[in-house]
């Protein structure tokens, strides 16, 4: 089966040494790679095409007449010239051009696709061609001429990702992160008509819009438009190849939002989505006081005194976004946190928003959600087909505390964090089956992983049983003749006998502590799996008919007595593993074990990795069904009768007369409060530690770093000096 996970960090392991050793900068080499897997994917969708359209092709003489590219029309990919095609440009003669050739190709898939004309990169020939041999060569492994499903445009996402952490392309700005993209996805739930990015960036939003329609089993080209603009000649290009290569279709155009409208999408979209350029000071008001899309009375925030321009732009592109939606349109963007408290000319434009009840939620996001800025930011959405229970309503959502740490610098959230988020707005929204639907799921899960707990116990048994009987043989024959008993010196008045008997006491005592620890792990063990198969037994019967809440909470409530034991067997299984680990240490260090025929040093070893692996196994199992099992906890605890409630510290349905009280901040911290704090669970500790770790790490690296200048400026001052 294929790790596309592993793949995708290996592909980029390998493309990034290569650069690393060449005269580029990640600027100058993150589009040319970008069209490397742009035409490796073509190639593979073609291929694929073509050999369906050939089944179809009629005959004569025995002879199938040729493809032309009419055979590819509605088809879900480009026609591609033979000089286009990837295994064209791998086969080359050895003394070809191959950067000329790739430029080749990629004039030649414009020529044919009117979406990509002038868009794909050809800047190959001031590649080495060593460097370019070796990445066309890095993008055709195995997996990868054989791949099927989205794995390109999943590789292509993750290239773009790692660009954006690395700094390439303008500052990261082209890519919004996919927890946030999913966010917006999700709570907006874009699955039908016209669908504007008016910042599309790299055009991430089309994408997850096109994975939830399919992920519904429907087609995202049939149902929607995709109309993106970009004020970057680069970032439109990014966009483009990124549709192109998830098979998706729009029309994105150049230009600068702030001035150039798309008059024929104003109020017509049934979505806005964006991740606007946040706090931007420079636009010219008059060239904007007359446009239609500032549809309230202030129109404009504010001019500043000193450079006579609009002093913030973000409630200019708050007002774009109302403006293009319809009757019934849905939004959601990103916005500097700063917006929803702002004061002044901001303040009277979001009184007038707030008046139109169009602002339908909120959420706060923590800091490090972006590659490039550390800042927090915040989620708007717009609903202005909002059904009458909800006029005047607001739903507040403080989301900071909410996150899963993936580098010091680097936060998102979790596919089960995002689900958690997305069953609040399912409640606030009175869709009480969809919550219920996904507590089913989480609940179906905790017990599948529950499933494979006794098997990976049970693995444990003969690499401890194996190496337990290998340490005991080997303490049954220490005696007098130890080769250390000649060697050792004398030590605080002990003779070498005594260090050497206290050192066999010592190993003979962790021998016993291992055997023990074994005992109590294997008898908590036989009784755990007793009492699990009797659950899982008693599961099998109910799982169908756990689509009420009531019959949910007991079945969480069944599981709940397992908790304890399998934490508790969690450590059991961590300890054996180092005191086994000790013990071996204490015969090849203190014993000298490894000069000893009685040692199988081979065999210990054997047994020793195999117990990592079943340790590791065994604590996975465990800690994947406690993490399931905690997410179902996560949403009873806050929402026990599986309807909406304010939870302190979370989330809060707010009235227009509240927000009105509170100076018309649309800041979800105002409002929800300060969460109560429970006990802080294993997985809890394990988290912060791995949070400590990984600054410490980052820290350590800086000071590395932070040396290495100090000392170079250091012997530079002192050459100087010298001169």
Not at 655 to 668: A, K, M, N, Y
Request: hydrophobic share 40%; charged share 25%.
């Amino acid at each position: 089966m294929l790790n596309i996970s592993q793949l995708e960090s290996s592909l980029w392991e390998a493309a990034d040494q290569l650069r690393a050793n060449s005269k580029l900068n990640a600027n100058e080499y993150s589009m040319p790679v970008l069209g490397l897997i742009f035409l490796r994917h073509a190639t593979n969708r073609f291929n694929a095409v073509k050999a369906e359209i050939e089944k179809g092709l009629s005959s004569r003489g025995g002879k199938k007449r040729p493809i032309t590219k009419d055979d590819f029309k509605g088809k879900s990919a480009i026609f591609l010239p033979v000089e286009a095609q990837y295994d064209r440009i791998l086969n080359l003669a050895e003394n070809a051009d191959i950067g000329k050739a790739i430029n080749a190709a990629m004039k030649a898939i414009e020529d044919e696709t009117q979406m990509l004309q002038g868009v794909l990169p050809k800047e190959y020939t001031s590649f080495e061609q060593d460097l370019l041999y070796n990445l066309v060569r890095i993008f055709d492994r195995e997996e990868l001429r054989t791949a099927t499903g989205d794995v390109f445009g999943r590789i292509y996402e993750y290239f773009l990702n790692k660009f954006a952490m690395s700094g390439a392309q303008e500052g990261g700005e082209f890519f919004t992160p996919p927890s946030l993209v999913r966010t917006i996805v999700n709570m907006i739930e874009p699955d039908r008509g016209n669908v504007l990015d008016p910042a599309c960036g790299s055009a991430g939003m089309f994408v997850q819009t096109g994975h939830f329609v399919e992920n519904r089993g429907e087609d995202a080209a049939a149902k929607i438009t995709f109309y993106g603009q970009e004020k970057s000649d680069t970032n439109t290009r990014l966009a483009r190849m990124n549709l192109a290569v998830h098979g998706l279709e729009g029309i994105i155009r150049q230009g600068n939002t702030f001035y150039d409208r798309w008059e024929g999408l104003l109020g017509q979209c049934d979505f806005v989505m964006s991740n606007p350029p946040f706090n931007v000071d420079g636009v010219s008001p008059e060239k904007v006081k007359t446009d239609s899309r500032l549809f309230t009375e202030k129109k404009i925030p504010g001019i500043a005194a000193k450079t006579k321009a609009v002093s913030n732009a973000n409630y200019l592109w708050i007002q774009y976004f109302y403006s293009y939606l319809n009757e019934r349109g849905r939004a959601g963007f990103v916005m500097a946190s700063s917006a929803s408290d702002a004061g002044h000319g901001e303040k009277e434009i979001r009184e007038e928003l707030i008046a139109t009840q169009a602002v339908d939620m909120i959420i706060s996001i923590g800091t490090n959600f972006f590659y490039t800025k550390s800042l927090p930011c915040t989620l708007w959405f717009f609903d202005k087909g909002k059904p009458a229970e909800r006029q005047n309503k607001v739903l507040m959502i403080d989301a900071r505390n909410v996150y899963r740490v993936v580098t010091r610098k680097i936060r998102d959230f979790s596919e089960e964090q995002l689900q958690n988020i997305t069953a609040i707005a399912w409640l606030y929204r009175g869709q009480q089956e969809r919550y219920l639907g996904l507590v089913q799921e989480y609940l179906n899960k905790t017990h599948q992983e529950a499933a494979t707990i006794e098997g990976a116990l049970t693995q444990l048994e003969s690499p401890l049983a194996k190496l337990t009987q290998l340490l005991q043989n080997f303490s049954d024959r220490l005696g007098a003749s130890l080769p250390l008993l000649k060697d050792l010196p004398e030590v605080e008045g002990l003779v070498a006998e005594d260090i050497a008997n206290q050192n066999i006491e010592t190993f003979r005592a962790t021998l016993s502590e291992l055997e023990a620890g074994i005992q109590e792990f294997t008898a908590a063990r036989d009784v755990l799996i007793g009492e699990l198969q009797v659950h899982l037994a008693w599961f099998a019967t109910e799982a169908e008919s756990l689509s009420t809440n009531e019959a949910q909470k007991e079945c969480a409530a069944r599981f709940a007595q397992f908790i304890h034991q399998l934490k508790t067997l969690q450590k059991q299984i961590n300890e054996v593993h180092k005191i086994g680990t000790r013990a071996v240490e204490l015969a090849e260090k203190k014993l000298d074990a490894r000069k000893q025929e009685t040692w199988d040093a081979k065999e210990i070893k054997k047994q020793r990795d195999a117990l990592d692996i079943v340790r590791d196994e065994a604590v996975f199992a465990i800690k994947s069904t406690l993490y399931v099992k905690a997410q179902v906890t996560w949403l009873q605890s806050r929402f026990p009768e599986a309807v909406f409630v304010d939870v302190p510290g979370l989330c809060k349905v707010v009235t227009r007369d509240e927000i009105t009280q509170q100076d018309s901040s649309l800041t979800p911290g105002r409002y929800v409060g300060v969460t109560v704090l429970d006990g802080e669970d294993e997985h809890d500790v394990e988290e912060r530690m791995r949070e400590i770790h990984l600054e410490l790490a980052s820290l350590n690296e800086e000071a590395v770093e932070l040396a290495e200048t100090i000392q170079a400026n250091f012997n530079e001052l002192f050459e100087g000096e010298l001169i």
